[in-house]
C-alpha cells in the first residue's frame, strides 16, 4: 500500500510562493504517475500538475509559467513549486499516485492513492 504525506501549505500574499512537498512511502510501480490535485469547498478536486518516471509533466492551463512539478529518488519525493501565487489559488491541495498504465495526465481521474492534503491560502 502506498502513503503519501503532504507538507509545504500556508497563509502567502498574492505575487509570493510556496513549494509543497509529496513525500511518497510505499511501491507504486516500475512505471507511475504522480500528480498534485487542489479542491476548495463545494467544488470537484481539479488536477493541477503531473509528473511520471521519465520526467514528463503536464499543466493544467491556469498553471502554466506559474507552477513547477519536480521529483527527487524516482518519485520518493514530488514537490510542487508555486510562484507567482494568485488568490484564485487558494485551495487544499493534495498529491496523488498511481500506476502510470493508461498515462499520466492532470485530468485522469482514476488516482489509486491520495495523501492527506495541505492548505494553501493566497491573500490579495
Known amino acids: 500500500q502506498v502513503r503519501l504525506v503532504e507538507s509545504g501549505g500556508g497563509s502567502v500574499q498574492a505575487g509570493g510562493s510556496l513549494r509543497l512537498s509529496c513525500a511518497v512511502y510505499?511501491?507504486?510501480?516500475?512505471?507511475?504517475?504522480v500528480g498534485w490535485f487542489r479542491q476548495t469547498p463545494g467544488n470537484e478536486r481539479e488536477g493541477v500538475a503531473t509528473?511520471?518516471?521519465?520526467?514528463?509533466?503536464t499543466y493544467t492551463d491556469s498553471v502554466k509559467g506559474r507552477f513547477t512539478i519536480s521529483q527527487v529518488n524516482a518519485g520518493a519525493t514530488v514537490y510542487l513549486q508555486m510562484n507567482s501565487l494568485k488568490p484564485e489559488d487558494t485551495a487544499m491541495y493534495y498529491c496523488?499516485?498511481?500506476?502510470?498504465?493508461?498515462?499520466?495526465?492532470?485530468?485522469?481521474?482514476?488516482?489509486?492513492?491520495y495523501g492527506q492534503g495541505t492548505q494553501v491560502t493566497v491573500s490579495s
Open positions: 496523488a499516485a498511481t500506476k502510470w498504465a493508461s498515462g499520466c495526465y492532470y485530468t485522469r481521474l482514476d488516482f489509486s492513492d
Open positions: 510505499g511501491y507504486i510501480s516500475t512505471s507511475y504517475c
Open positions: 509528473i511520471d518516471d521519465w520526467d514528463t509533466t
